[in-house]
């Protein structure tokens, strides 16, 4: 039996936990499927024996961030007796020591991939390029069209996170969209009043927890403004493509966040903000095309090497490099400052951790 780790309330994993359960059943093996708090990753990567299947000594670790470096040091585990397997996504910060220390402890660490491809196995199956699509559509990445079925399967596997996260990953491995269609079929509350300002939206609606999440994700699928936001009965949700930011102003202008949904790079999450103004003031920060982040000297690079993964460029011997530069042309390095476009916060936070660079959000 092969035991698989995922995020608890990431949607993009429980689409890798069922590719994942697809993979290893095809393999004739029994896997299970474990989801844990990403708020207990400390305690969680302090007790991997407990998730360590003990017939076959096998774990596979999905998309699960990192613990500090102390409590990696820390892991007590024989690196000759388990086989553990580690898939990061891009968005899972890892210095050069996480990895040394990591295969000190026989957990082998495999290269950072896109979040729609946190599982192992075979990308090309048509079952999986199917879900891998899907995949990039809530991680908000996929610019492209949308039909009514993707919509209600989306929708669907909300509402199974809710109800029984594990069915959703039975079902995905199946491959039975039908049943994730049929199940996002079902009524959610409609939206009351929408207020469009700019880029960003704003929606009244009567309801709680993830139905919220399934009206802000059915409308943005529709009309593709972020950040998004939606009142309910007694709470705002955030639909947004830079968490890290969003919690900075949440945190900034003292507000308390409740619950968060992980969609790739992106998130829903969950405040108490509910006053007219305050929720008008929290839309507007958040939809600032550009924000500031002012930055120290890498410890684990050079500077030149940092500067290349923000701005591209030529490297040694004149190989070229591609940067986040390439994906999102409107950052730029001014002395200590990196201006840095909204959507590209996630990827360039990411890369300071990954380099060892302090860094501060300015606004």
Same mark, same amino acid.
């Given at each position: 039996?092969?035991?698989?780790?995922?995020?608890?309330?990431?949607?993009?994993?429980?689409?890798?936990?069922?590719?994942?359960?697809?993979?290893?059943?095809?393999?004739?093996?029994?896997?299970?499927?474990?989801?844990?708090?990403?708020?207990?990753?400390?305690?969680?990567?302090?007790?991997?024996?407990?998730?360590?299947?003990?017939?076959?000594?096998?774990?596979?670790?999905?998309?699960? !961030?990192? !613990?500090?470096?102390?409590?990696?040091? @820390?892991?007590?585990?024989?690196?000759?007796?388990?086989?553990?397997?580690?898939?990061?996504?891009?968005?899972?910060?890892?210095? !050069?020591?996480?990895?040394?220390?990591?295969?000190?402890?026989?957990?082998?660490?495999?290269?950072?991939?896109?979040?729609?491809? *946190?599982? !192992?196995?075979?990308?090309?199956?048509?079952?999986?390029?199917?879900?891998?699509?899907?995949?990039?559509?809530?991680?908000?990445?996929?610019?492209? @069209?949308?039909?009514?079925?993707?919509?209600?399967?989306?929708?669907?596997?909300?509402?199974?996170?809710?109800?029984?996260?594990?069915?959703?990953?039975?079902?995905?491995?199946?491959?039975?969209?039908?049943?994730?269609?049929?199940?996002?079929?079902?009524?959610?509350?409609?939206?009351?009043?929408?207020?469009?300002?700019?880029? *960003?939206?704003?929606?009244?609606?009567?309801?709680?927890?993830?139905?919220?999440?399934?009206?802000?994700?059915?409308?943005?699928?529709?009309?593709?403004?972020?950040?998004?936001?939606?009142?309910?009965?007694?709470?705002?949700?955030?639909?947004?493509?830079?968490?890290?930011?969003?919690?900075?102003?949440?945190?900034? *202008?003292?507000?308390?966040?409740?619950?968060?949904?992980?969609? $790739?790079?992106?998130?829903?999450?969950?405040?108490?903000?509910?006053?007219?103004?305050?929720? $008008?003031?929290?839309?507007?920060?958040?939809?600032?095309?550009?924000?500031?982040?002012?930055?120290?000297?890498?410890?684990?690079?050079?500077?030149?090497?940092?500067?290349?993964?923000?701005?591209?460029?030529?490297?040694?011997?004149?190989?070229?490099?591609?940067?986040?530069?390439?994906?999102?042309? $409107?950052?730029?390095?001014?002395?200590?400052?990196?201006?840095?476009?909204?959507?590209?916060?996630?990827?360039?936070?990411?890369?300071?951790?990954?380099? $060892?660079?302090?860094?501060?959000?300015?606004?």
């Amino acid at each position: 039996m092969v035991t698989i780790v995922v995020p608890k309330n990431s949607l993009t994993d429980v689409i890798n936990a069922g590719l994942t359960f697809r993979y290893y059943t095809r393999k004739k093996e029994k896997p299970r499927v474990h989801f844990v708090d990403e708020m207990k990753r400390e305690q969680f990567w302090g007790e991997l024996q407990k998730y360590v299947d003990q017939k076959d000594k096998s774990l596979t670790i999905l998309d699960f !961030p990192l !613990p500090s470096e102390g409590k990696l040091k @820390s892991i007590d585990l024989d690196p000759y007796e388990y086989s553990i397997l580690y898939i990061p996504s891009e968005f899972i910060a890892i210095t !050069p020591q996480d990895r040394r220390i990591l295969l000190e402890k026989g957990i082998a660490p495999m290269p950072q991939r896109n979040i729609s491809k *946190c599982f !192992p196995g075979d990308y090309a199956g048509e079952v999986e390029k199917r879900w891998m699509e899907i995949s990039k559509l809530i991680s908000l990445e996929d610019k492209g @069209s949308t039909n009514a079925r993707t919509i209600s399967a989306i929708s669907g596997i909300i509402k199974a996170m809710e109800k029984d996260p594990l069915l959703a990953v039975e079902k995905i491995a199946d491959n039975n969209m039908d049943f994730l269609e049929e199940l996002g079929k079902e009524s959610i509350p409609k939206i009351s009043k929408h207020i469009s300002k700019g880029s *960003c939206d704003l929606l009244f609606a009567e309801g709680k927890k993830l139905a919220l999440v399934q009206i802000a994700f059915s409308h943005f699928l529709k009309h593709r403004k972020i950040p998004l936001g939606i009142r309910g009965d007694d709470e705002l949700v955030v639909l947004t493509d830079s968490p890290t930011f969003t919690h900075h102003i949440f945190n900034d *202008c003292k507000f308390k966040t409740r619950y968060q949904m992980r969609l $790739g790079k992106g998130a829903a999450v969950f405040t108490d903000a509910m006053d007219d103004a305050n929720v $008008g003031m929290l839309i507007g920060k958040l939809s600032q095309k550009y924000v500031l982040i002012k930055i120290g000297a890498p410890q684990f690079v050079v500077e030149k090497t940092l500067i290349r993964r923000f701005l591209g460029g030529k490297g040694p011997e004149g190989r070229i490099y591609r940067g986040i530069k390439n994906e999102y042309p $409107g950052i730029e390095i001014r002395k200590r400052l990196v201006r840095t476009p909204r959507g590209a916060i996630e990827k360039v936070i990411d890369t300071l951790k990954e380099t $060892g660079t302090k860094y501060e959000i300015m606004a």
